[in-house]
């Protein structure tokens, strides 16, 4: 999931700089999907926020929402690094 959602964010980062909004909605689908998967919803919503302006073809305020994105992808990264020294589930 790690691996996986810090290349999409850098994906999404690009796209954004990029200016082309449609290309947004495929991977802000997909790391929507993983969060809900792994229990950050949290990072879920706002990886729906991307994918909605992404729908409306629009990157007008993307880079702030993909700051968010990496702010709370951040915080997760932590809390699964700290789960998995202790042998646990983060969100069990």
Same mark, same amino acid.
């Given at each position: 999931?790690?691996?996986?959602?810090?290349?999409?964010? !850098?994906?999404?980062?690009?796209?954004?700089?990029?200016?082309?909004?449609?290309?947004?909605?495929?991977?802000?689908?997909?790391? %929507?999907?993983?969060?809900?998967?792994?229990?950050?919803?949290?990072?879920?919503?706002?990886?729906?926020?991307?994918?909605?302006?992404? %729908?409306? !073809?629009?990157?007008?305020?993307?880079? !702030?929402?993909?700051?968010?994105?990496?702010?709370?992808?951040?915080?997760?990264?932590?809390?699964?690094?700290?789960?998995?020294?202790?042998?646990?589930?983060?969100?069990?």
């Amino acid at each position: 999931f790690v691996e996986n959602a810090t290349a999409t964010i !850098e994906v999404l980062r690009r796209v954004a700089d990029g200016g082309n909004g449609q290309e947004m909605v495929s991977p802000a689908h997909s790391l %929507k999907g993983g969060g809900q998967a792994v229990g950050a919803l949290l990072m879920a919503d706002i990886c729906e926020r991307l994918e909605m302006l992404g %729908k409306a !073809e629009s990157v007008t305020g993307a880079g !702030e929402v993909i700051d968010r994105l990496e702010h709370e992808f951040d915080r997760i990264k932590d809390t699964l690094s700290q789960h998995a020294r202790a042998g646990s589930r983060p969100w069990s």
